[in-house]
């Protein structure tokens, strides 16, 4: 039924299930995983199967409460998202007010808060006051990628459940039944997944993001011994991907990651397998040492773009230029 969308993820659907059929749920759930691994569709089905009419352990996908949630049009399924890079205070002062209502025609009043990790501070603050009292028809599911940016008396109050990376060839077995890709292919969007399937599905279903690995694979290449000019030139490629630009940076990150293992010798831990050759020609320019600072320089300016208001370009220019001094 509804929870078998959730690929992979056997231990956290027990879970799940287990709450659902003795009826004793928590008033507040934690669903931590990394972005990819299945969470935020377990939370929504999860959400669904609570006021499913039909079923007690899963939604049944059929009774008009499902499909209402289906429509995104249930009123006591009410989904909380960042408005930019955060989630606001202003935002949880509306769910403040909600709450004190009543369900409308459901046993419960469920509010997932997806990326819960960017709650700001005073937004945290605020929740937490609602999740030390809650209203016994409420029940608030959080969805969020790492405890590190949230408050530990929000964690305290909420029952944890972990979504783990999937296994490789789970995932490539999917692809090759769902979507009867070759075992080239396959593998290829596996190993570039790491364990997420829906980032597998994602790269399965636009092929430009196969197309942006390319683009940043030669943009990486063109780094070395470069001019000032030709870094600005880089930063600029790089805005292109201004939207989604921390999903852009993972793709440095796994091609110095792969040049990492081919100087270690395990070569059979490459993500970028097609560029084997290309990588151990590349790798000859590195130390393991100065290999291991590009991925600390390029996962510093991550975390930087994902929690602060920065000037974007500037960033990604400090970020080649530093780049473009190591190696020889």
């Not at 369900?103 to 709650?119: F, G, M, N, T, V």
């Not at 459940?161 to 979507?179: A, H």
Request: charged share 30%; proline share 2%; glycine share 2%.
């Amino acid at each position: 039924m509804a929870f078998n969308k959730v690929i992979g993820q056997n231990l956290a659907i027990t879970i799940l299930r287990k709450q659902l059929e003795s009826d004793r749920l928590s008033h507040a759930y934690l669903f931590l995983g990394e972005q990819g691994v299945g969470k935020d569709i377990a939370a929504f089905e999860f959400a669904k199967a609570i006021n499913c009419q039909e079923k007690n352990t899963d939604a049944c996908d059929q009774c008009i409460s499902c499909r209402k949630a289906d429509n995104q049009n249930h009123p006591d399924i009410i989904e909380i998202k960042p408005d930019g890079k955060w989630i606001k205070i202003d935002q949880i002062r509306q769910l403040q007010r909600e709450i004190l209502y009543k369900p409308y025609e459901s046993r419960w009043k469920i509010y997932l808060i997806h990326q819960a990790d960017c709650l700001n501070l005073e937004a945290a603050n605020s929740l937490l006051k609602i999740l030390e009292e809650p209203p016994r028809y409420a029940i608030i599911i959080l969805v969020l990628d790492s405890i590190e940016n949230i408050l530990p008396t929000i964690l305290s109050r909420c029952q944890l459940v972990r979504f783990r990376l999937l296994p490789d060839e789970l995932i490539k077995q999917e692809l090759i039944s769902n979507y009867k890709l070759s075992m080239e292919k396959s593998q290829l969007i596996t190993s570039l997944a790491a364990g997420r399937y829906k980032t597998a599905v994602q790269l399965v279903e636009d092929e430009e993001r196969l197309a942006e690995r390319e683009e940043m694979i030669e943009l990486i290449l063109s780094l070395k011994n470069s001019e000032q000019v030709i870094v600005f030139e880089s930063a600029e490629r790089l805005l292109e991907y201004a939207a989604k630009i921390s999903q852009t940076l993972e793709l440095f990150l796994l091609w110095y990651r792969d040049l990492l293992l081919v100087k270690l010798n395990q070569l059979e831990s490459l993500v970028n397998a097609d560029y084997r050759d290309k990588l151990t020609e590349e790798a000859e320019r590195y130390s393991v040492e100065e290999i291991e600072e590009i991925i600390r320089i390029v996962q510093n300016t991550n975390n930087v773009i994902k929690k602060y208001n920065v000037n974007l370009q500037l960033t990604l220019e400090v970020m080649l230029l530093k780049l473009s001094k190591l190696g020889r």
